[in-house]
């Protein structure tokens, strides 16, 4: 396998994630950025890398792997452009309609697909120990409260929903509730209450580069495998090697 760094489409780049990202690629040796792209751009290149607007999407040089963290109105254009390119992509982007996770899955037969709702190590920890509770306690009730900055558009989170997926799967009933305030950057708590005790299973997240890094690490594995639709766990936090 040739040791040449991987070649990153960041998508989404001029946002809180995209920023990221940009960073934090610059400091690691196995990826680089040849290409940000977000809806609307003003510099044509920043620290090196190119950028281009939505609209330009088609001239962005050859890559091996997208990273979107953009808005679902962006995706469907960047999933046919991968697929076309027969680049793998890695999203991260919350708020999708079942009809673009369906797109998803299907391009998935062409090229390397992972989504997550939360790319930290620290939430897929959680979202087993979710799974667990719900297996011992499927009686008792099952509430996800999310809270998350003001900017946020998609409720409740796609952590939220997934977690409360894992929950619903083993047995439990899960509903929702989400806080919007000020510049939060993503708590979740699911908590099991039963008749004279409570179990709450708590993440705070304090930084963005925790799913950064997730999602950097994830693509740079991503690249090395064939067609599928992939889980993180299996991607990333089941092999560690
Ligand atoms: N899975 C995970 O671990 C995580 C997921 N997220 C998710 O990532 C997404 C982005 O979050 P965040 O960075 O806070 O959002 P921001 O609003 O800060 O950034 C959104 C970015 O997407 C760009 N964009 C918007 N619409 C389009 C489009 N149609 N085509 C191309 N680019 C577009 C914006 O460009 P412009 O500035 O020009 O409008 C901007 O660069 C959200 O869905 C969020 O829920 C966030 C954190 C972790
Ligand atoms: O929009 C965010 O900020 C986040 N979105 C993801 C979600 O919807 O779960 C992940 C994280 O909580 C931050």
Not at 67 to 85: E, I, K, T
Not at 144 to 171: N, Y
Not at 172 to 195: K, M, N
Request: charged share 25%.
């Amino acid at each position: 396998m040739s040791d040449q760094p991987i070649r990153l489409l960041i998508h989404g780049a001029s946002g809180r994630m995209g920023r990221a990202l940009l960073r934090l690629c610059e400091g690691r040796d196995d990826c680089r950025a040849v290409a940000a792209v977000a809806r609307r751009v003003d510099q044509r290149v920043i620290d090196g890398v190119p950028h281009f607007a939505a609209a330009e999407l088609h001239g962005v040089p050859a890559f091996d792997v997208a990273v979107d963290f953009s808005l679902p109105d962006g995706l469907d254009r960047l999933l046919a452009l991968c697929v076309q390119r027969g680049a793998a992509l890695v999203s991260g982007t919350t708020g999708l309609s079942d009809e673009q996770q369906l797109a998803l899955t299907s391009a998935a037969e062409r090229i390397p697909v992972l989504w997550a709702a939360n790319y930290s190590l620290g939430v897929a920890v959680l979202d087993e120990l979710v799974e667990r509770a719900a297996r011992a306690l499927g009686d008792w009730d099952c509430d996800i409260v999310e809270a998350h900055h003001v900017h946020k558009q998609d409720a409740p989170s796609g952590t939220a929903l997934a977690l409360g997926e894992s929950a619903r799967r083993a047995g439990a009933a899960p509903r929702y509730a989400s806080l919007r305030a000020g510049d939060i950057v993503g708590e979740h708590t699911v908590q099991f209450s039963g008749i004279g005790e409570r179990i709450e299973l708590v993440h705070r997240a304090t930084s963005r580069d925790i799913f950064a890094r997730g999602a950097l690490a994830a693509a740079v594995r991503l690249t090395r495998q064939g067609p599928g639709r992939y889980g993180l766990r299996e991607l990333l936090f089941a092999d560690p090697g």
